[in-house]
């Protein structure tokens, strides 16, 4: 079974509103920059509250902010 890659559009969000820094990101939703930092290089994948808190931050449905990828699939 092929594992599922969680990624997500946040970095070019961040800059698609205002240049958001990530740790406005981070404070308005409820962690530290840090976990914004790993989540943009794709070593963390939220929990689906945090994932919701941040397609909200966004004013976006979650599948604009994350998406998951099956490698080797079509």
Do not use: C, W
Request: hydrophobic residues 40%.
């Amino acid at each position: 079974m092929s594992r599922i890659v969680v990624g997500n559009h946040i970095r070019r969000l961040r800059f698609e509103h205002q240049e958001m820094t990530q740790q406005q990101l981070a404070d308005m939703v409820g962690v530290t920059r840090q976990t914004i930092v790993s989540l943009e290089k794709g070593n963390y994948s939220p929990s689906l509250e945090l994932a919701f808190r941040i397609a909200h931050a966004f004013n976006l449905p979650l599948e604009e902010v994350f998406f998951y990828d099956q490698p080797g699939k079509p």
